[in-house]
Nanobody
């Protein structure tokens, strides 16, 4: 079983919505923090949102705050990203990632496990 696996990418129109899912292995879900990173063509990978598994505290980048919502489901060992009011600049490959300590830091080096990624394309 892959440690992290993403689902739900695809195409959406500007202003539309998509929901991403990330299913984790039991051990990986027990990590301190789960996050969604994204990488647009020619750009560095950046953290869009994160959630502390223990208490559900959430973190968002300024670029997605107010439009995206991250959540997790203990029973399903899953994490979700509800993306609303999508913009062309949201076009990217989205990755889920796990971090052990629960600090939910934003650097990619802080995360030890990564999914394969799922592509999101936003266009008119």
């Amino acid at each position: 079983q892959a440690q992290l696996e993403e689902f739900g990418g695809g195409s959406a129109e500007i202003g539309g919505s998509l929901r991403l899912s990330c299913v984790a292995s039991p051990v990986t879900y027990g990590a301190g923090c789960l996050a969604w990173f994204r990488q647009a063509p020619g750009k560095e990978r950046e953290r869009a949102a994160a959630i502390r598994v223990r208490d559900g505290t959430t973190f968002y980048s300024d670029s997605v705050k107010g439009r995206f919502k991250i959540s997790r489901d203990h029973a399903q060992k899953a994490m979700y990203l509800q993306m609303n009011n999508l913009k062309p600049e949201d076009t990217a490959t989205y990755y889920c990632a796990a971090e052990r300590r629960g600090f939910c830091l934003s650097g990619i080096d802080d995360y030890y496990s990564w999914g394969q990624g799922t592509l999101v394309t936003v266009s008119s």
